[in-house]
């Protein structure tokens, strides 16, 4: 069994599953360094040949120019990248790994791997199988509540628009 030691008590399973998802946010944020960290921008270079210009990295990692800008100073100040003019288009910066960012970003992948290799061996291939298509239907039942969220916040309010109360 893979319990993470929380007593179940009276929670419903919804809560004991939103517990457990919070953990797992937890781990990864902490453990992978989390979604936009230094870790995730050194991975993010190597996937790509160990070059990219900085709007391209900032598109593949989701995160402001602002924010980007701040990680990359920082590694750059690590000395694991290098920031330069891209030869090409002036306007754009090039950030490079260097050999020690390259040593470090694949330092990550390994211990990643290693995690991905145990952090399941407590279930049996047909549990994981389970669980990722149990995942994937809850993933795409969040993305409908996101997106009528995103459609229910886009609506104007009829009744305030008439300076009704609610």
């Known amino acids: 069994m893979c319990e993470t030691g929380?007593?179940?008590g009276d929670q419903g399973a919804e809560r004991r599953i939103l517990r457990s998802f919070g953990y797992f946010g937890y781990y990864l944020h902490v453990h992978w360094g989390g979604r936009n960290g230094k870790q995730h921008i050194l991975v993010e270079l190597l996937s790509h040949g160990g070059t990219m210009t900085q709007r391209d990295l900032q598109e593949a990692s989701c995160i402001t120019s602002a924010s980007l800008s701040e990680v990359i100073s920082k590694l750059e100040a690590e000395g694991l990248v290098a920031r330069e003019r891209s030869?090409?288009?002036?306007?754009?910066?090039?950030?490079?790994?260097?050999?020690?960012?390259?040593?470090r970003a694949r330092e990550i992948v390994r211990t990643?791997?290693?995690f991905e290799a145990r952090a399941f061996d407590c279930l049996e291939p047909s549990e994981r199988e389970r669980l990722a298509d149990t995942l994937d239907h809850v993933a795409a039942?969040?993305?409908e509540l996101e997106a009528q969220e995103r459609d229910r916040r886009s609506e104007p309010d009829l009744g305030t628009e008439r300076g009704e109360a609610r």
Do not use: I
């Open 87 to 103: 030869e090409t288009d002036r306007r754009q910066l090039t950030v490079t790994l260097t050999e020690e960012g390259l040593r």
């Open 6 to 8: 929380t007593q179940r």
């Open 141 to 143: 039942r969040w993305l």
């Open 112 to 114: 990643r791997a290693e």
